[in-house]
């Protein structure tokens, strides 16, 4: 195995062993940035429909700027909504969401990321839903350089394990050990997860896993023990459960990657396998007497929430559709210009290119544009 190879494998390794000791993260995001080519990380969600955003994990940021951009420049962030757009697991780099003229005219730029001396940033978003995305981003300084292709590519090596390692930390209370818990967890776990024990018995199947056993469709439990009903999904699902139970770190190893649980192009459920028996995942899985989580998940986008239909019926760039966002939340050039931390003459010429190309002529009618795209409220 090659030095980077190597490097890569133990970095995946310390990504898996973070999601269930939240106190190794920090030397998890310390190693993603020499391996992708930046300076500092974050590990965050942001709500585009609420305006939160919460930092789950740094490494190397300015407790100041934290408190900075929670408390004043948050809102301001030229990049948002429109960088919580892109589907999950796919990077992107700061002029991949707009342009770099663009974002360095924002007060976002020249308050916030120009002091720190940030140039640029690798993000993906991990997890995505209609309203909000959890992100890892890392950032890039002078001293690094723009994005180029190789950081891109070192961050998609990453990005997959990052994904599973953040549902796989919402599954284990590491203060709390009891099976109450955990079962309350994964429930609010919105894929399927299952706990596997020795022989591939199943020892907790959280509520949408329970009803894709019970539909049988792709998944099936025979007298207590997972399968898989397509043949050669079962072969690598039992090949990989085995592993897990032998202790072998098939994810560090590359040999986790998602098995495919129907034939059906039209049908795209993917398994994967995280062994709990190495690493510091060893003394999780050995609390409740599981050898490996199993997620699966439908790979097709869910219908995308209202902006981002806009954005790809309209083509808005992300300048305009901050304006869009904006005028959901207060009206007026003044107050726009306020909330977005851009120039009046900018909302303006913002507000008249989203006009021209919606067809509409008032920011009453984009309202209206923007609610008719709302989903019916459930009762």
Not at 62 to 91: C, E, I, S
Not at 161 to 181: C, E, M, N, P
Not at 210 to 231: F, I, N, Q, S, Y
Not at 311 to 327: H, I, P
Request: hydrophobic share 45%; charged share 20%; aromatic share 6%.
């Amino acid at each position: 195995m090659t030095s980077e190879a190597s490097a890569l494998s133990e970095l995946i390794g310390d990504i898996y062993d973070a999601a269930l000791d939240p106190t190794l993260w920090t030397r998890a995001l310390e190693r993603s940035c020499a391996f992708v080519g930046g300076s500092s990380a974050a590990l965050f969600w942001h709500d585009a429909t609420t305006e939160r955003s919460a930092v789950l994990h740094l490494f190397n940021e300015d407790p100041h700027y934290t408190q900075l951009y929670f408390g004043k420049h948050f809102r301001m962030n030229p990049l948002f909504p429109a960088a919580t757009f892109f589907d999950a697991g796919v990077v992107y780099t700061s002029p991949d969401v707009m342009p770099f003229a663009e974002l360095h005219k924002s007060r976002f730029y020249t308050e916030w990321l120009k002091p720190q001396g940030i140039v640029d940033a690798v993000s993906s978003n991990l997890e995505k839903s209609a309203a909000s995305s959890s992100m890892i981003s890392i950032r890039l300084t002078e001293s690094d350089g723009l994005a180029d292709a190789a950081a891109r590519h070192r961050l998609e090596l990453l990005v997959p394990h990052f994904q599973r390692a953040v549902s796989i930390g919402r599954l284990f209370d590491q203060d709390k050990k009891t099976q109450a818990v955990l079962t309350e967890t994964l429930e609010h776990v919105e894929a399927a997860v299952l706990l596997v024990g020795t022989n591939g018995r199943i020892v907790f199947a959280n509520e949408p896993a329970r009803a894709m056993l019970d539909e049988g469709a792709l998944l099936r439990e025979r007298r207590g023990t997972l399968a898989a009903v397509e043949p050669e999904a079962h072969r690598l699902l039992r090949e990989m459960l085995l592993a897990a139970e032998d202790g072998s770190d098939i994810a560090a190893s590359g040999r986790g990657a998602a098995i495919p649980l129907s034939a059906s192009p039209h049908q795209r459920w993917f398994a994967h396998v995280l062994p709990l028996t190495s690493g510091d995942r060893q003394r999780a899985g050995s609390l409740h007497s599981a050898v490996a989580a199993v997620f699966v998940r439908n790979a097709s986008p869910a219908s995308p929430p209202p902006l981002e239909a806009l954005v790809k019926l309209y083509g808005l760039t992300a300048s305009e559709v901050r304006v869009l966002d904006a005028v959901m939340k207060v009206s007026g050039i003044r107050a726009l210009a306020d909330l977005l931390g851009i120039s009046q003459a900018t909302v303006k010429t913002h507000l008249h290119n989203v006009f021209r190309k919606t067809g509409t002529n008032r920011q009453s009618e984009l309202v209206k544009l923007v609610a008719g795209l709302e989903p019916p409220a459930t009762e």
